[in-house]
């Protein structure tokens, strides 16, 4: 064993990948073979074998001890820039006439033999290959003069689902569809770059627009500009494609509170919607007009939009849309009656079609309507469960405004309630600077800000905000902290007025 790992120059993977061979020999038959492979394929005395050059040699020796089917699969999956899973295995290096069965044992004996290595991803066990093996697989696929034709077959999987993304998208099936794509974020680039080498440059945006490519949103926005310039120009753009990326730009110029840019880009978005006659992406991108309205300072034409937009939603049957604009407007409505009729509909709508970023969203704003009607106790219950439900998800974003709406309510209802109120705002404006996300519209129209400034004492609450602020907050934590802190509000009496 020691020979063997001396020989093998100590390196992990020349190691792993001759391990996986004792199951057919020996450990002498190992250590002879290993001496006899690495001179053959390198040409040269042992001595002379540099480190890398002895892993290639490894390398090399492990794929020529492979079945022509095991060769054949291992080259077709270096095409895969990223981890992958059996399904997109299946899809893309599979050839017609090959069971789906004898990919799957392809790549278990890939994995026994450790040129295949297993990874832990968000959605469940996942498959890669090595850098140095991704190579070595990469140049044994271009000389089998298949590299194209498999890159065009990652390609024909990206579209696919893409063409899914497009037809879930503002459905309660969007935001699974979304975080599986975003986990296959470079994958989904690599089908783009094969599209952009071969003139597809509709195709190329269509990715763009629906995949999360980047966390960035500013680096993505303007890759889909771009990106929507050069398909206009090959003339490859059609009014689907444009209502999608148009809404995209809407969407990423909202997150960065750019709402100028928002509101420019949702219309155009509406515009190509109605063109392509879209009924229920045309209310959404006029929702989205409806909000970036509000948060550029038009009032009147939020507003306007809002009424507009519930009746479409309406018409149109669509519980989904119905639901997040009667949460909307029930934030917005001076008239609190009227408003809590607005979000009990809209509780019921986002619940029946499975939306739970809505509900977290409307049991938030149930909790500020609540508050403002003077019910501490409603609005401390309704807030708590949009605090822990934004936490679960782990929305960092949303957490922040709903531990400020707690901050208030603690503030108010509480005689010590300053410092708790602090140490939450503390946590907020963390956990804002961590999601980049400022202030929303909707946020602005319920007056939050100068609910904070009035109820929470700068005076009474320096020396904690002060601390709180040296803080590092987890989601967990903050939660946690404010359930307990919403538990122990009691509805004040007349005596403490």
Not at 150 to 175: C, D, K, N, Y
Not at 277 to 287: C, M, N, S, V
Not at 331 to 359: H, N, S
Not at 380 to 387: H, K
Request: proline content about 3%.
């Amino acid at each position: 064993m020691t020979q063997v790992c001396r020989r093998l120059d100590g390196l992990p993977l020349a190691i792993e990948l001759a391990a996986a061979r004792l199951r057919a020999r020996s450990l002498p038959q190992l250590a002879a073979r290993l001496e006899d492979q690495l001179w053959l394929l390198t040409g040269a005395s042992r001595t002379e074998v540099s480190r890398q050059r002895t892993l290639q040699a490894v390398v090399a020796w492990s794929y020529d001890l492979l079945s022509e089917a095991e060769q054949r699969t291992f080259a077709r999956l270096a095409v895969f820039p990223d981890h992958f899973t059996l399904e997109m295995a299946e899809a893309v290096v599979s050839e017609p006439g090959t069971g789906e069965f004898d990919v799957v044992e392809i790549v278990s004996r890939l994995v026994d033999k450790s040129l295949v290595t297993t990874v832990n991803a968000p959605d469940g066990l996942r498959y890669r290959l090595l850098e140095m093996l991704h190579r070595y697989g990469h140049d044994r696929l271009a000389e089998r003069g298949d590299l194209d034709r498999f890159q065009e077959r990652l390609f024909a999987w990206a579209m696919s689902g893409v063409e899914h993304l497009e037809l879930v998208i503002r459905t309660p099936a969007m935001e699974e569809a979304l975080r599986t794509a975003a986990i296959n974020a470079v994958t989904y680039r690599a089908a783009m770059q094969w599209a952009d080498s071969h003139g597809q440059e509709g195709a190329a945006l269509r990715i763009a627009a629906m995949v999360p490519l980047s966390h960035h949103g500013w680096e993505r926005r303007t890759e889909i500009l771009e990106r929507l310039s050069r398909a206009n120009r090959a003339g490859q753009l059609d009014d689907v494609v444009a209502g999608h990326s148009w809404t995209a730009i809407a969407n990423l110029s909202f997150e960065q509170s750019d709402w100028q840019a928002s509101l420019q880009a949702s219309t155009r978005a509406v515009e190509y919607f109605q063109a392509a006659r879209l009924p229920r992406l045309t209310a959404w991108a006029q929702y989205f007009c409806l909000m970036a309205a509000w948060g550029a300072g038009q009032s009147a034409e939020g507003d306007r939009l809002i009424t507009e937009v519930i009746a479409n939603f309406r018409r149109e049957g669509y519980d989904m849309g119905l639901g997040w604009s009667l949460w909307a407007e029930s934030l917005c409505t001076a008239d609190l009656e009227a408003a809590e009729q607005m979000a009990a509909e809209a509780d019921g709508l986002l619940r029946r079609v499975g939306v739970p970023m809505g509900v977290a969203h409307n049991l938030e704003g149930r909790g500020i309507i609540a508050f403002q009607r003077g019910e501490l106790n409603d609005a401390a219950s309704l807030l708590t469960e949009a605090i822990q439900a934004f936490a679960s998800y782990g929305n960092i974003g949303c957490t922040a405004h709903a531990l400020e709406a707690a901050a208030v309510v603690i503030a108010t209802a509480a005689h010590d309630g300053d410092s708790l109120a602090a140490e939450l705002l503390a946590a907020a404006e963390q956990f804002r600077q961590q999601s980049g996300q400022h202030h929303r519209p909707w946020e602005t129209r319920v007056r939050l800000e100068p609910l904070k400034n009035r109820v929470v004492t700068p005076s009474a609450t320096a020396d904690t905000t002060a601390h709180a602020l040296g803080r590092r907050y987890t989601l967990s934590a903050a939660s946690m902290l404010a359930t307990q802190a919403l538990q122990s509000v009691e509805a004040p009496t007349p005596a403490d007025h």
